[in-house]
Every structure is written in structure tokens, then in C-alpha cells.
């Protein structure tokens, strides 16, 4: 599903969701006090608007309120986070995941209203921007360039069916390593006759850009 994203802030963090998420087909608006910041990433998002949103006129004339999600990614301005995540969900964003340099400030913005704090030291911002596409996404390591191995708890369309039924590999590219079922006992290296049912965790493997495309089918 293609959604609307706001970043705010582009260190290296903001940056690095701001692309993922533009490459994963999503709508990204990029914004920054700093127009040197904006025109190194132009090329890979939908569009830029220098604004400081610590100022409600200047979150108002970008059109905040049209956003489904917001990431507060400014970094060393601690007040500046802090307000901007405030005036977001004082403006009616639906999802305002907000960047924490600690647990003290993870916890003030939890109080004015965060819906989800990050932590770059542990989360990479491009982890970060595929759970926001696929909240199904548990956790994935990539194992070479272009490839890489994910854990994805099966969305609503593989209830029911076998691995043959849903042809991962003829169909979508995609190798399914394990499956973990809800009741605890786990299916290695499952063969067509595998059933996936709700609440399951599924092992992938294949190409970036064809789990990408599992991650966001229907």
C-alpha cells in the first residue's frame, strides 16, 4: 500500500529512511532547515520543503496533516525533536515515530505524544523504514549484495494455504527457509505440502527487490 511520509531531519539516519522508503514505492517528502541537506537527497524522494517545524505556520504550509506517517530524525537539537514531535500529533498525524538519542529523551517523547521512538545506535534507518512499510517484518539480515534473509510473520493472504499453493519461488523469486508456527513447533526447510496459518513466522530468503515485493503484496 502506497502511503504518505514526512522526514524530518536528514543526518545520516533521516537520510538513509527518507531513500529506503522512496525506493520502497512510498511517497516521501524530505525536510530540513538546511537546503545543502535537501539537495543532496532531491533525486531520491517525491519532493523537499525547507521549513523549521518547530513552527506550526511553517508545518501547516507544507501540508502536514495530509501525512499518514511522520519520522522525526533531527539529531543534536534535543528541543527541536522534542517540539516537532509535539506539534505533529498536536496537527493530527496518524503515526509520528520520533528518533531518541537516549532513554531519557525515548521517554519525553513517548509523553507528548510519540507513537513510536527509535534508537539509531540499535536500529539502522533502513530497518527502520521497511517495518514502516511492512509492519509483517520482524527482522532480516542481508547476506550479500542484493540478497538477503528476512523473518516475516505471514500476512492475512497466506492464512490457509500450502507453500505450493502460493508458488513463493515460481511466482515471487522467494525461498522459504523456515516456518515457525504459532503453536511453537517449527517446519525446517518445508516442502510444498507446508501450511502457513495465522499468527506463523516465515524465514526468507531471495533478492532485495523480490522480498520487497512480497512484503507489500495484499
Known amino acids: 500500500m502506497r502511503r504518505q511520509f514526512a522526514v ?57 496533516r495530509n501525512f499518514d506517517v511522520a519520522v522525526v530524525a533531527i539529531g543534536g537539537d534535543v ?46 534507518g533502513k530497518r527502520v523504514a521497511h517495518s514502516l512499510v511492512c509492519p509483517n517484518l520482524v527482522d532480516y539480515i542481508e547476506i550479500a549484495a542484493g540478497y538477503r534473509v528476512e523473518e516475516m510473520v505471514a500476512p492475512r493472504w497466506m492464512h490457509g494455504k500450502t507453500l505450493g499453493q502460493m508458488e513463493l519461488r515460481k511466482k515471487h523469486g522467494v525461498t522459504a527457509i523456515l516456518i515457525r508456527h504459532a503453536d511453537g513447533t517449527i517446519d525446517f526447510s518445508p516442502g510444498a505440502d507446508g501450511m502457513v496459518r495465522e499468527g506463523d513466522i516465515l524465514v526468507l530468503a531471495g533478492a532485495v527487490e523480490d522480498l520487497d515485493r512480497l512484503e507489500q503484496k495484499d
Open 8 to 64: 524530518i531531519g536528514l543526518g545520516r539516519f533521516g537520510t538513509s529512511v527518507a531513500r529506503t522508503l522512496f525506493h520502497l514505492g512510498q511517497e516521501v517528502l524530505a525536510v530540513d532547515i538546511n537546503e545543502d541537506r535537501l539537495r543532496y537527497v532531491s533525486e531520491e524522494v517525491t519532493s523537499t520543503a525547507i521549513a523549521d517545524t518547530t513552527d506550526v505556520a511553517a508545518l501547516k504550509s507544507i501540508g502536514i
Open 79 to 124: 528541543q527541536a525533536n522534542i517540539m516537532t514531535t509535539l506539534l505533529l500529533k498536536d496537527q493530527g498525524v496518524p503515526l509520528v515515530v520520533a528518533k531518541a538519542l537516549n532513554k531519557m529523551q525515548g521517554r519525553v517523547l513517548e509523553k507528548v505524544g510519540a507513537d513510536r521512538v527509535v534508537y539509531p545506535e540499535r536500529e539502522m
